[in-house]
């Protein structure tokens, strides 16, 4: 699905060619959990052709699906990323050393993209997962979600500018209920 044709660029050095894709992609395995994507990734590559050597660019737009780690909660993550990468024509042989170690070779005129855009998106995922900055996540002892206001468990050594915080929370609460 994001394969790119190298033929035309092959006879056109040094003339830019474009790509746009938008696909849905699988979930990504094998991150812990699963992850899901909410929207279509849209991904835009720019090929500038040397003649056998291809610089590959390319943007990615689109949208995951995550946990939050403090109040497990799930959310949707927007994430926009790119990636460049130098190809060369020519096959991949066990016993040739790669011409230099930043080049990619391509085995045909097909390109595949796919490994890429997945890899780039897994670049792309924050390491700490948060459904917003200010999550106040759940309670240790009664598991209450205190973003949705307090429980009634004592803690010590709270910091008091949240104690503010979750005070203004409760009053906007209460004023929506009234
Ligand atoms: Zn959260
Ligand atoms: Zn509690």
Redesign the pocket.
Known sequence: MLRINLAEAKEKPGEVIQYHFTTLMPPLEGVGERISFTEPAVVDVRVTSMGTVFWVEGTIKTAVMLTCSRCLKQFVYPLQTAFSDKYRFGAVRANTPQPDADTTLVAGENLDLTDKVKESILLALPMKALCDKACKG???????D?NKG????R?EASDPRLAVLARLLENDEQKEVT
């Open positions: 759940l309670c240790p002892q009664c598991g209450q205190l307090e429980c009634t468990c803690r």
